[in-house]
Nanobody, 123 residues
């Protein structure tokens, strides 16, 4: 059974940092692109960042560019999201996802999803 599990969420003040981690089990995702998405209450799920299977290419939403960094460790089957200079508008449930083929920003193309971790940024 395939499982993606996120950790690292929590409550932080504006300007602070958090590091989210997603660990995969049940299969090896080394050849899968990985992505992070988020969903705030009453809003649609939106793209945050993605990384190619090799880790050589990354892609960010404009709203997080320069503040967030996505990385992966294929030996450990993990993908991380370092979030700096957090803003109240970053408050959401954050999800990691995996897909075959090249990375993408549309959530419908992802095959596997974690359960999500809550990030709350206070002003």
């Amino acid at each position: 059974q395939v499982h993606l599990g996120e950790s690292g969420g929590g409550l932080v003040q504006a300007g602070g940092s958090l590091r989210l981690s997603c660990t995969a089990s049940g299969r090896t995702f080394s050849m899968y692109a990985k992505g992070w998405f988020r969903q705030a209450p009453g809003k649609e799920r939106e793209f945050v960042a993605a990384i190619s299977w090799s880790g050589g290419s990354t892609y960010y939403a404009d709203s997080v560019k320069g503040r967030f960094t996505i990385s992966r460790d294929n030996a450990k089957n993990t993908v991380d999201l370092q979030m700096n200079s957090l803003k109240p508008e970053d408050t959401a449930v954050y999800y990691c996802a995996a897909k075959r083929g090249p990375y993408a920003s549309d959530y419908v193309s992802y095959d596997y999803w974690g359960q999500g971790t809550q990030v709350t940024v206070s002003s």
